[in-house]
């Protein structure tokens, strides 16, 4: 578990608060949220790899690599606690039914992961967080299609930093729920079509939009790749609705007993 004094809140965290209360979505940059140079290269080295990621039966794309991590935090005025959540079970999500597991990576034994995801919780502005929250982390490799059509979540907020990409195509999307169609067909222009460059990263409210990415795009003699984390920070019920401690207390007063 973590327990550590507030850092300084850097001016790419209160751009994203001003932006995300505007118009729904903020993008920024981890340097721009406190990262340092090198965290990048550091992070992929240690996840990216074939013992980390893998492929799984039923998963979408059919391509796709992944791994998995779910953080329980809580906030104490500007101080942010983290402790590994047991279950990391997906729940029909993402146009996918029934529950799913997948390979777990423990992020919080590591420093650079756990600077990673103090920086992503404190872009949720101080107004809007959660007391007591789970924070969902996701690493994927993607080589073609990135998702199958635009969706949401159900989540309170969505975090997706690109950490490398080969080749073109990619584009990150919102569009207003009205504008999609129960099947994904779209009826007018995005709200927001950009492409994220390694190093970029977009956080939104996903009860406001769909979401998605356009596919990949081979580059001239080679094969496209896309290396990114899709982070969510969770509704209260996702994991922690009705949960009590071991000793029959709340999961709230047994944390801090032990802080």
Known sequence: MSNDAAPAVSDGHKDAWSA???????????????LPGKFRPNFSQTYFN?????????????????????????????????????????????????KREHARVELLADPQARDLIHAFLRLVPPGRRQTDGTFGVNLFRTFTNVVTKPHRDNEEFIIIYVLDRIGEGAETYLYAPADVTQDGDVKAPPVLRQQLD???????????????????????????RRDVLVCTVDYHDTYLAGQLSASGGSVLSAFWRVS
């Open 198 to 224: 390694p190093g970029d990263i977009i956080i939104f409210e996903d009860r406001v939009f769909k979401h998605g990415a356009t596919p990949l795009i081979d580059p001239a003699g080679g094969t496209a």
């Open 20 to 34: 995300l209360g505007r118009q729904g979505y903020a993008l920024t940059g981890d340097r721009s949220i406190g």
């Open 50 to 98: 074939d013992w980390t990621l893998r492929h799984d039966q039923g998963d979408w794309p059919e391509d796709r690599l992944r791994a998995r991590d779910v953080i329980h935090y809580q906030w104490h005025d500007d101080r942010l606690n983290l402790q590994r959540h047991e279950a990391i079970t997906i729940t029909d999500r993402a146009g996918i039914s029934g």
